[in-house]
């Protein structure tokens, strides 16, 4: 039975009542359902965001690391290098057929590191 077949006036404004009514909770229910979608989206968001963050600290951790190594490694080079350089010296001002200039040339150490390792050796 439609609206427009009932003739009785309470009746009619009690089903109009009703049809409010239900159109309210419905859009009730809309909003709470569009409502736990928005933060849902939110939530996910959070979460790749989260994700991502962890990621990306990994990945530059990983990144970080080899590069303390390789800087680590090309110092560690370098230091072998002075200290073959200066044993080399060392060894040359023993035979004491070198001048520092030409010793300096042999090793590329400075002459004064030259003269400054000559000066260590006559103490």
């Known amino acids: 039975m439609t609206m427009a077949k009932i ?3 309470p009746v009619k404004r009690a089903m109009s009542r009703i ?3 239900s159109a309210d909770e419905e859009a009730r ?3 709470f359902v569009r409502e ?3 933060r849902d989206e939110v939530s ?3 979460e790749a965001r989260q994700e991502g963050l962890e990621k990306g600290e990994q990945i530059g951790l990983v990144k970080g690391e080899q ?3 390789e800087k680590g490694e090309q110092i560690g080079l370098e230091k072998g ?3 073959r350089a200066e044993k080399t010296a060392r060894n040359l001002i023993k035979t004491n057929a070198l001048s520092d200039e030409q010793i300096a040339q042999a090793t590329g150490l400075t ?3 030259v003269a400054q390792l000559r000066a260590e050796r006559q103490k």
């Open 7 to 9: 003739a009785h006036e």
């Open 19 to 21: 049809r409010e009514l």
């Open 29 to 31: 229910r809309l909003a």
């Open 36 to 38: 736990r979608a928005l």
């Open 44 to 46: 996910q968001l959070n």
């Open 67 to 69: 590069i303390g190594l």
């Open 81 to 83: 290098e002075r200290l």
């Open 111 to 113: 002459q004064g590191e």
